[in-house]
């Protein structure tokens, strides 16, 4: 019975998986946040009667890739089902390293179990900086592989490594934060040299994709565009505005009411003149809003709004630290530390929490 278990892991794991995806596809799923349904509109053509190469927070080769789908078959949801698809094949490959690693003892099904509740929750609440870490997770677990296994062929090319790129790709950033995040925990838990080198691979595709980004925007024409979009983000995001949106409605009314996304900049041109200017006023608060409190509000607002997601972490903690509570612990309190020493900076979104744990 056992054998039977371990020969079909994969195959039950990957047609429940499959299953569930065709279940959500015809259920009421959304997008967790308004960037996926611009950027969708922007691709498809519905934004501007014709679809549109960039897209703005997507690498500019994914944007255009997706342009010429809608081009041609503009019937077909390819926006959605790109992200569905890729967070299917991504899952696929996470339960096989799983089966690989642990066979189809029960910690490996409690294991694939915890995948599957992330998987499907994040079906249901779609969001592009999920979809590239689920991606960049699992490709890169799928190159680290095991510590055992001392020979050189993740220095390669692999299959697996197409995950890490589609993950790329659909948000660059997200690739450069796992790399820097397991670095972080291998230095200081658990110290296996062969990781560096097995992560010289995804360095590189990183590098080579970031300096095709800023070719093809050059040569578009687009630097202007991207450079506001920036701006806008660097201040709409800012967490000395987001987290204290109501100190700002005497402060100053404009900046308040662009915070709720109330600001049209399409309507009042000078309006952009102002974002370097917010943007200095914010960080030159930076400093007087850290404290304890600012800390507590900006968790609290995640417990807020992510109940399963946080119940689901409580759980799958308490199981790791049956696995081992040493190395569950140390790697616990790395992220936290670098979630607190990072929040003056940026703000901690429910993506990053998920992105994290």
């Not at 202007?224 to 949106?245: A, M, W």
Request: proline share 4%.
């Amino acid at each position: 019975m056992g054998l039977i278990q371990e020969k079909f892991f994969v195959q039950f794991w990957g047609l429940l998986g499959g299953l569930a995806a065709l279940l959500i596809w015809y259920l009421p799923w959304r997008f967790q946040v308004n960037d996926d349904e611009v950027m969708m509109w922007l691709v498809s053509g519905a934004y501007t009667g014709s679809p549109e190469s960039y897209a703005v927070f997507l690498h500019p080769l994914l944007s255009w890739g997706f342009s010429l789908l809608y081009k041609f078959a503009p019937g077909v949801l390819w926006y959605p089902l790109v992200w569905f698809t890729l967070t299917y094949l991504s899952f696929l490959v996470s339960v096989t390293q799983v089966k690989k690693k642990l066979g189809a003892t029960l910690s490996a099904q409690i294991w694939a179990l915890f995948l599957f509740a992330l998987y499907a929750h994040f079906l249901f609440f779609l969001q592009f900086s999920i979809v590239s870490g689920f991606a960049v997770f699992s490709g890169l677990i799928a190159r680290f592989g095991n510590p055992a296994e001392q020979n050189d062929r993740y220095s390669r090319l692999h299959r697996t490594d197409l995950l890490i790129l589609f993950g790329f790709l659909v948000r660059p950033e997200v690739l450069f934060l796992f790399l820097a995040g397991a670095t972080c925990i291998n230095v200081l838990v658990f110290k296996h040299t062969f990781l560096y080198k097995r992560s010289a691979v995804p360095l590189l595709l990183g590098c080579i994709g970031y300096g095709i980004s800023i070719l093809w925007i050059a040569n578009a024409d687009l630097s202007n565009f991207e450079q506001l979009n920036r701006q806008r983000s660097g201040v709409f995001d800012h967490p000395t505005l987001q987290l204290n949106k109501e100190a700002f409605r005497a402060r100053n009314p404009e900046l308040y009411f662009f915070s709720h996304g109330m600001i049209d900049f399409g309507s009042d041109a000078k309006l952009v003149e102002k974002l370097p200017i917010w943007k200095k006023e914010l960080d030159n608060m930076r400093w007087d809003w850290i404290s304890p409190d600012a800390v507590v509000k900006s968790f609290w607002t995640y417990v807020q709004h992510e109940h399963f997601l946080l119940a689901l972490m409580a759980v799958f903690f308490a199981f790791s630290l049956l696995v081992d509570w040493s190395k569950s612990v140390r790697i616990a309190a790395v992220l936290a530390f670098g979630m607190l020493a990072l929040s003056p900076f940026f703000l901690i979104k429910v993506q990053i929490y998920a992105l994290v744990f």
